[in-house]
């Protein structure tokens, strides 16, 4: 991969760790507001739940999607990390090739489920639930570009990183 495509690449994925802060702040401020409504000025209010639900979907989607790291993702450790690279890197290919065709089988009826919901709104922010679920298209996009890149690489020869249950963490 070239200096330039790296570079890119750095810049949108702190982008798209800005866009996913950016939405828990806003879920944050919508749980603050209906607390202060509910419990201080005895006014419940419906829109800040329905708010930070859908804040929720979306970013754990595009968390997934796009901030979460291969080696941050969950698996079984005890198989993976009992094994050599090559092992891995068939594992690599095995899971990626699996989980490339579920997402590919299940799109069209996805992506028809999705422009179906069109007709229906929520109830408080009136946002169309074509919208509203339109980020599990990109989920399943940016899934199966990642597991085709990673399926590429095993194949190539280059094994998935062992994990390293001591220097596990939050991702940070």
Known sequence: MTSALRTIG??????????????????????????????????????????SVILWIWLVLWGAAFVVREREEIRFDVFYGAV??????????????????????????????????????????????DWLFSIYIVFVVATIVRYIWLGWQALRGVAPDQFDPTKASSGV
């Open 84 to 129: 050599g690279p090559g092992a891995r890197r068939v594992m690599c290919v095995i899971t990626a090739a699996a989980l490339i065709a579920l997402y590919m089988i299940s799109f069209p009826a996805v992506l028809d489920y999705i422009t179906f919901m069109k007709v229906e709104k929520t109830s408080y922010l009136k946002i169309r639930f």
């Open 10 to 51: 750095a810049w949108l994925a702190r982008r798209a760790e800005n866009i996913a802060a950016a939405m828990l702040a806003a879920m944050f401020l919508a749980f603050l507001l209906q607390i202060v409504f509910r419990y201080v000025l005895g006014l419940p209010i419906g829109w800040t739940h329905e708010a």
